[in-house]
């Protein structure tokens, strides 16, 4: 299990899908260990991390992003649903 959280975080950094070093990414993940993962790998990835909460409505989080100027955004299924 500790080999694929290091993963995760190893694929965020690693495809950065364009996102240069100071860019904004939200992290919108319940708290579980994926979310540490993908906070390790924005800050591998040079970037600059956004947590949001996991409980946010739809309108709260897209404030938030546009407020936050968030160039990707990390999510779980639950969240794609937004």
Do not use: F
């Not at 364009?18 to 993908?38: M, P, T």
């Amino acid at each position: 299990m500790a080999s694929s959280r290091k993963d995760k975080g190893h694929c965020i950094a690693s495809d950065t899908r364009g996102v240069s070093k100071g860019d904004r990414i939200a992290i919108i993940l319940e708290n579980r260990h994926e979310w540490c993962a993908s906070y390790l790998g924005v800050l591998m990835a040079g970037a600059i991390a956004v947590p949001m909460d996991a409980q946010l409505g739809a309108n709260e989080v897209r404030n938030l992003l546009y407020d936050s100027g968030a160039v990707l955004v990390v999510h779980s299924d639950r969240q794609r649903q937004m």
